[in-house]
């Protein structure tokens, strides 16, 4: 039984508004000239074109915001014992649903990235989770590719369904839309679109089309062993880092960078504990009470990211790399550094000199 | 709750210690009756309100902010409010590009005997916020999306051709790298290596390379993709001996780091050549059609004013007046500020244009004060925080020590607030008041497209207009915020009683 749905342009942006009423509908938005992942009210929802568009930034923040809330925190004196205070704690772990709409499927891929540290283990982190689970992924497939994508490099390609709940597909007339997980499906049979198996070679002949259009590949199988053998070699790092500004455009644009700071903000009668992105490109990143820095240096930080990237967590979780070759760090920087110069550089180099 | 709530406005007073806490308390001895809106923060001069006290305070939601210090030749310490006045002046000349009254600030002088003229401060000041009436809170701010459009002329002609002296440049580069150039300082230690740029990854692209051998120069390009202010880099090679290829707006970054000792004369040697102009990315990609537009482009040829893109084996054209930078198209000196080695023909001068203002500051100025908040406040909500102008700027040398960074004191939260963003790119603007040699590679950099050059542009035009000064043109010079004068030629006193 195939899942797939056809919807005209007209009858998707009538869907759209529909889960817009019930749902947080977020999609690509322009913003000035960035297109942003931003919440869209029915009334707004005049024409699909900006929703398919490309995100300058990655749709992460939808289940990890830049910065969130974990605890708030208010003391009141106690009329009866003066000499102490009351403490109240809140912790909001509110999700409202949400329907996300228009990420690539490299995009989708972020978030099983994601899954891994925040859900899986010994332990899970609520507010995540409660997001995650309360969010549906309606995916794009790419219909071409970019100059700086790879995501056939790390394990994929522009019609990965994975991490998805609902992937479409641009056609002739409109779009064919599929469900994948048992979440999308439910969602796709509220919209009543028309069963469009005899379009199925449409879709594929798309997808082909698009995977085509991609760059060449490169087999990144060895990278976790051979950029951990680098560790060492600093003139590699450094001679690679020339260029690098130590921005964290890269980590801030990223939809697998993952890593948090957690601070204080407002007054110890009054404040929040909050949860916000955290950069490795920034040397506070490592920067310890004693005033050493482990990483004062923005090779080892480079190090530490591409590391992470390609070497670390592919050797936790079963070789999967925590990059989805969205190519917006590629895009995005402000000295063109490629990613994908540093790893296959870190891989190519590696062989000779052990010899 | 207090019988005033709602009644009372907040304004915040930096007062001196030595005079003008002095006069509030001559005032309250003679039991002189006076508004109590204002809460009073005593400081040990005026000399050491900074002005980002009062941007904080006034981003946050104070109604005024009034600094008061010792009269002018009165100061305890002999000059620290000759230096408040010019930083002070120059505060109040800025704050309306952010959409902030600058009647809401003032600063004035009252010495500790002078307890009925300080009450007259205080009451005119709080009537006069009082008729303002409490200032407009950011987050009730509907924010606005639209940015600047309007593509000014060129003073003189840009090109994107090939420049015919390049080859003649890396045979420059060549040689000093081989044998160490003579030069004015007669340093004659060998060159570590060259800054300059190649091609990037995409045909749009450049990116910065460090060239150590002759193979890198021949790698070497210059043209409209050489984007980046190379400057930056300069500052974390001091002591050892480099190159740098530059244009001539970044050869002002090399002269102000001069200027402000950041880097040594020896130290560095610098490669010109006459620029016909740079180009921005985005406007290319904009002038594609959208089909093509994400695609990769195949190749880029330049010939006079016009540029061929070809992308999916078709041919597109693009004019210089479509895709210059902005800062390109008013720029009237082509040959470099500073040079050692200047190779090729000059480009001809021109007179700078009659309406200096960029395109950004030309539509803010037409904006209300309202309108501007709306603005900035729709700008900087797409702001990620990376910082990326922060460390594209050439001129922001404390690097891993910036002031925003530090959690005690506390500049900023970690919040994703709009003020917060904000004040960031006001501490980035107010530290580089005087300094800014005007490349705007802190926009460039902007992965969001924030127009946060123009927060710098609006100091770099006050103080001209104040002090007649221009950053990154003499190495001798001194920044006007690092000196004084008695009398100052165009900061009139301020008198509030």
């Known amino acids: 039984m195939s899942d797939f749905r056809f919807a005209t342009p007209d009858a998707l942006l009538g869907w759209l508004k529909t889960l817009s009423n019930s749902h947080r509908l977020l999609a690509p938005k322009p913003e000035g000239p960035a297109t942003l992942f931003r919440p869209w009210k029915a009334e707004e929802l005049t024409d699909l074109e900006p929703l398919l568009r490309r995100a300058t930034a990655s749709p992460k923040g939808a289940v990890l915001p830049a910065c969130e809330t974990l605890v708030h925190f208010t003391a009141t004196k106690d009329a009866d014992k003066p000499a102490s205070l009351n403490a109240t704690l809140e912790a909001p772990c509110e999700a409202e649903p949400t329907v996300l709409f228009g990420g690539r499927p490299c995009d989708a891929r972020g978030f099983v990235v994601l899954d891994r540290p925040y859900l899986q283990g010994k332990f899970q982190d609520p507010y995540y989770g409660a997001r995650r689970a309360a969010t549906v992924i309606i995916t794009q497939a790419c219909p071409s590719a970019r100059p700086v994508c790879f995501c056939h490099w790390v394990g994929s390609h522009p019609a990965d369904s994975e991490g998805s709940d609902i992937l479409f597909t641009a056609v002739d007339g409109g779009f064919v839309l599929e469900g994948i997980s048992d979440k999308g499906r439910a969602l796709l049979d509220t919209a009543g679109f028309a069963n469009a198996a005899d379009k199925a070679d449409e879709v594929k002949a798309a997808h082909d089309a698009a995977t085509a259009s991609l760059p060449p590949v490169c087999d990144l199988q060895d990278a976790p062993a051979k950029v951990a053998a680098r560790f060492t070699d600093a003139d590699f790092w450094t001679q690679e880092t020339v260029k690098c500004l130590s921005c964290g455009a890269c980590t801030y644009l990223c939809p697998t960078c993952q890593c948090f700071t957690i601070t204080d903000e407002g007054t110890p009668l009054d404040g929040r504990r909050i949860r916000s992105w955290d950069s490795c490109m920034s040397p506070q990143f490592t920067l310890e009470t004693s005033g050493h820095n482990p990483r004062a240096e923005k090779f080892k930080r480079m190090r530490n990211r591409i590391g992470h990237k390609f070497s670390y967590y592919p050797q936790t979780y079963d070789g999967a790399f925590s990059c989805v070759g969205c190519g917006r760090c590629v895009a995005s920087c402000p000295v063109a550094l490629d990613i994908r110069h540093i790893v296959t550089a870190a891989c190519a180099d590696n062989a000779a000199e052990k010899e | ?497």
Request: glycine share 8%; hydrophobic share 35%.
């Open chain 2, 1 to 497: 709750m207090s019988v005033l709530t709602g009644k009372e406005l907040r304004i915040v007073g930096f007062l001196c210690n030595w005079c003008s806490y002095g006069g509030a308390d001559t005032a309250g001895t003679a039991r002189a009756s006076q508004p109590t809106d204002l809460r009073i923060i005593r400081v040990p001069c005026s000399g050491r309100v900074n002005p980002l006290f009062v941007l904080k305070a006034l981003i946050n939601g104070a109604d005024g902010v009034l600094v008061s210090g010792c009269h002018p030749r009165d100061c305890h310490y002999s000059s620290g409010n000759f230096y408040a006045r010019r930083r002070l002046e120059l505060l109040k000349e800025y704050l309306p590009i952010i959409g902030i009254n600058p009647d809401r600030f003032e600063y004035t002088w009252v010495s500790a005997s002078e307890g009925q003229r300080w009450k007259n401060v205080v009451t005119t000041f709080t009537d006069r916020i009082h008729k303002l009436g409490p200032a407009p809170k950011w987050k009730d701010v509907t924010p606005r999306y639209d940015l600047p459009t309007e593509l000014l002329d060129f003073i003189r002609p840009l090109g994107c051709g090939e420049n015919p002296f390049l080859p003649d440049l890396k045979q420059a580069i060549k040689d000093a790298l081989a044998t160490p150039p003579a030069t004015e300082s007669g340093d004659d230690r060998p060159l570590e290596g060259v800054l300059g740029w190649k091609r990037g990854y995409d045909p749009l692209k450049a990116e910065p390379v460090f060239m150590r051998t002759p193979e890198e120069v021949d790698e070497l390009i210059w043209g409209p993709f050489n984007v980046h202010n190379l400057a930056n880099y300069l500052p974390q090679y001091k002591g050892r001996k480099i190159g740098i290829v530059v244009k001539s707006c970044d050869s002002k970054a090399v002269v102000e780091l001069l200027a402000e000792n950041l880097i040594r004369r020896e130290d560095v040697v610098i490669f010109g050549m006459g620029c016909n102009g740079t180009v921005s990315e985005g406007r290319i990609r904009a002038k594609l059609p959208a089909e093509v537009r994400d695609l990769p482009i195949e190749a880029v040829q330049g010939k006079g004013s016009t540029m061929t893109l070809t992308v999916a084996g078709k041919q597109y054209e693009a004019s210089m007046q479509d895709i210059a930078q902005d800062k390109c198209r008013h720029c009237p000196r082509p040959n470099g500020f500073i040079n050692d080695i200047f190779v090729g023909a000059e480009v001809a001068n021109a007179q700078p244009p009659a309406d200096g203002r960029s395109a950004a500051l030309r539509f803010l100025d037409a904006m209300s004060l309202e309108e501007r908040m709306s603005f900035w406040k729709g700008q900087m909500e797409r702001c990620i925080r990376c910082y990326a102008c922060r460390s594209a700027c050439p001129m922001c040398v404390c690097r891993d020590h910036c002031v925003s960074d530090s959690r005690d004191p506390q500049w900023l939260t970690q919040e994703d607030d709009v003020t917060q963003k904000l004040f960031f790119q006001l501490i980035h603007a107010q530290h580089l008041a005087g300094r800014c040699t005007g490349c705007g590679e802190c926009q460039r950099a902007c992965p969001m497209g924030i127009p946060v050059f123009a927060l710098k542009q609006q100091f770099g035009r006050m103080i001209g207009k104040i002090f007649g000064y221009a950053a990154g043109v003499d190495p001798k010079a001194t920044p006007p915020l690092l000196t004084y004068k008695v009398e100052e030629a165009n900061i009139k006193e301020r008198d509030l009683s």
